[in-house]
């Protein structure tokens, strides 16, 4: 299996580190975001590794090179000449994750302990197209899964406004949180190029959304409690620091 870090994002509710670094070389207790996911990956029996750049690219580029991609095979997808968002740089990076196997997507910013070898062999026994790591923290914008943790739908709950617009929350389902982690196979890959080819910049949420008809989408919740910070932003990264358990 491969793996893509999104390590492209501007970081902007990082400054004022992000105005001479990349977010992704952010350190929680001494150690880079981006060495930390590469290191969870591989430990996970995940070697062939694409990594996304953008913002301070080079800075990512030669951190890996220094450290000779932490045993990985790590290639670089370039969006220095335009920053395409998660879906968009999924798509643009296909040519490097093109395999028989599924591969997983893990954002660069997200510090966490779950068992990455249990959600791989969830995602492999459901034969869905896509598993998205998910959990009941709040969230002002929930995904919404029925009985079969199927995706079904999904709403902002400050505006109301429900995707696809005949969805509507009721006692059949369960709301969720995506967690930024998401397991991906071919057929999804693909609709996500064909989506590229007439919109390059799109984020993957939405594109899920949009497309409930057409892919087998559900959630992972592992089974054991697991430790889950989202450090991009400066408060939540302070917390991180302080809570966080090695």
Not at 11 to 16: A, K, M, V
Not at 17 to 46: S, Y
């Amino acid at each position: 299996m491969k793996a893509i870090v999104f390590a492209a994002g501007l970081g902007t509710r990082l400054r004022p580190f992000t105005l001479e670094h990349p977010k992704a070389l952010v350190e929680v207790n001494g150690k880079p975001m981006l060495q930390r996911v590469v290191e969870r990956l591989r430990d996970a029996g995940i070697s062939e590794i694409v990594v996304n750049v953008h913002h301070f690219a080079d800075q990512i580029i030669e951190f890996i090179r220094y450290h000779d991609g932490f045993g990985c095979d790590i290639a670089i997808s370039d969006e220095r000449q335009l920053l395409l968002d998660t879906g968009g740089g999924i798509a643009n990076a296909a040519p490097l994750l093109a395999s028989d196997e599924p591969f997983i997507a893990y954002n660069a910013d997200i510090l966490s302990d779950f068992d990455i070898a249990g959600m791989i062999a969830a995602h492999k026994l459901t034969g869905a197209d896509v598993t998205l790591l998910t959990s009941g923290r709040s969230s002002s914008r929930q995904l919404y899964f029925d009985g079969d943790n199927r995706l079904i739908g999904w709403q902002n709950l400050k505006t109301g406004e429900c995707r696809p617009a005949s969805f509507s929350p009721d006692g059949d389902c369960h709301g969720a949180s995506f967690n930024g982690v998401h397991i991906i196979n071919g057929k999804a890959l693909q609709m996500m190029r064909q989506h590229a080819a007439a919109e390059p910049v799109f984020s993957i949420t939405p594109f899920y959304v949009d497309n409930i008809g057409k892919l087998d989408i559900r959630s992972y919740s592992p089974e054991k409690p697991y430790q889950w910070y989202d450090i991009g932003r400066n408060e939540t990264l302070a917390a991180a620091r302080i809570g966080f358990k090695e």
